[in-house]
């Protein structure tokens, strides 16, 4: 018995009491086990890496403003998580900024284009880890946050919670708070708590005045924030107009009563027939674009050793979107009567609601006109958009007491600056231009 034993252990195989399968090499293992081991491939998605993608034309850096989603939330495709905010210099040199103008009015003088990046999630999952910090500067192509695919609502196992194990702890531990018995207090402990607190009463009164002091003193806090990117370029591009530019500034004074009223007659006429919203920009941008047929230099710019006239008139305009203001450009605006302007304007506007405008609509710009009557300034110094050489301010109407034709009248009247630069322009062109604006007497 024995000796068939050895012989079959030799041939590769025996069965031992157990029912187990002994190996000629001395390993034992149950079938279940031998089947269990088999290898299979896995279809289970692996934590994908999303990066900064490219964003607009010779944009490599942003600043991360805000993210949207935190490590553990989930996400659909195509969902946003972060915000990118960056900046873009236009063709020309300039910038153009952002400024809460209530009306479709022109430009500022600084300009600054904004362009808010959007990253979304690729697939549906769940955002495991950021790799990036808000407020920080982020490249194209660098590690931006880490994405484990996988479909939305599903929970992971144990995860869900046990009614039956909240119910028996919450009866646990309101028979706990039944069993314990409220504190007791004798009378003659009670008494003397009391004296103590009648004649700590006092004292506490005196030092009250103290303590409303000390506390008005911790409210004294200071906080920084960091400065976003618009503001930073804003603030070096003011800078840098301010270093170049010979800045000169000249005022004037312009009766309104004809234009006012002009507007009263015709704005109900022209929204019936031709559907166009008449404004006062219209007839201002159309009166700078025949001023400066006559003074081409305040058209002009610089440009090394050579000064470049124009014989059209870009003319840049702001308009209000849900994420903020942006500048689109009207170009030719000098071929252009008052309707054609208001109605260019009203495209422009209706393209940024819509987020279709391109950087090609908002680059470029050879005059600026800066409306600050909206916030009701009576007058200021606007600053020039370098490459340009001029910038015209408006400014709030008020009603001023003027002499006309020997009669005292009451007028209404705006005050109009233009700020140039004196390397290109005179006095004599700057006076002459807002007298052009002006031409009554």
Request: a neutral charge; one cysteine or more; proline letters at 5%.
């Amino acid at each position: 018995m024995l000796s068939e034993r050895i012989t079959t252990v030799v041939r590769g195989r025996a069965l031992n009491p157990t029912g187990m399968a002994v190996f000629a090499r001395g390993r034992i293992s149950s079938v279940s086990r031998v089947k269990a081991a088999k290898f299979h491939s896995s279809h289970l998605p692996c934590a994908e890496i999303v990066k900064v993608p490219q964003m607009a034309e010779s944009i490599r850096e942003g600043t991360l403003r805000t993210w949207l989603k935190q490590p553990g939330d989930t996400v659909q495709a195509d969902e946003e998580v972060v915000t990118i905010e960056t900046d873009k210099v236009s063709r020309s040199g300039s910038l153009s900024v952002i400024l809460p103008v209530i009306q479709s009015n022109l430009i500022c003088h600084v300009l600054v284009f904004q362009i808010d990046v959007s990253v979304n999630a690729p697939a549906a999952g769940t955002i495991t880890e950021h790799l990036a910090l808000e407020e920080e500067t982020v490249t194209v192509g660098q590690d931006l946050f880490r994405l484990e695919p996988g479909e939305v609502g599903t929970s992971k196992p144990g995860s869900e919670p046990n009614p039956a194990k909240e119910t028996k702890a919450n009866s646990r531990a309101q028979h706990t708070q039944q069993a314990v018995p409220p504190p007791t207090r004798s009378k003659e402990g009670g008494e003397r708590k009391k004296q103590a607190n009648d004649s700590s009463e006092q004292p506490l009164a005196k030092a009250e005045p103290q303590s409303a002091l000390s506390h008005a003193r911790e409210r004294r806090n200071e906080t920084r924030v960091k400065m976003n990117r618009i503001r930073l370029r804003v603030a070096e591009r003011l800078k840098e107009s301010q270093n170049t530019a010979a800045a000169l500034t000249t005022f004037n004074e312009i009766d309104m009563s004809s234009l006012m009223e002009f507007w009263e007659k015709s704005k109900d006429e022209v929204m019936e027939v031709h559907d166009v919203k008449l404004g006062y920009m219209s007839a201002f941008a159309k009166a700078c674009c025949l001023a400066l047929k006559e003074i081409p230099a305040v058209n002009a710019s610089i440009e090394g050793d050579e000064v470049v006239f124009r014989n059209y008139v870009d003319l840049n305009v702001v308009v209000a979107t849900p994420k903020g203001f942006v500048t689109p450009v009207v170009r030719n605006a000098e071929s252009m009567n008052f309707l054609e302007i208001e109605r260019e304007i009203a495209s422009l506007a209706k393209k940024a609601r819509d987020g279709t405008l391109s950087l090609e609509d908002m680059a470029g710009g050879t005059f600026a006109i800066s409306n600050s009557s909206v916030f009701g300034s009576l007058y200021g110094t606007p600053m020039i958009n370098l490459p340009q050489s001029a910038v015209l301010g408006m400014h709030a109407i008020k009603e001023r007491t003027i002499v006309v034709n020997g009669q005292i009248v009451t007028r209404p009247i705006m005050v109009v600056a233009l700020t140039y630069d004196h390397r290109l322009l005179d006095g004599r062109e700057g006076t002459t231009f807002l007298s052009a604006l002006n031409p009554s007497p």
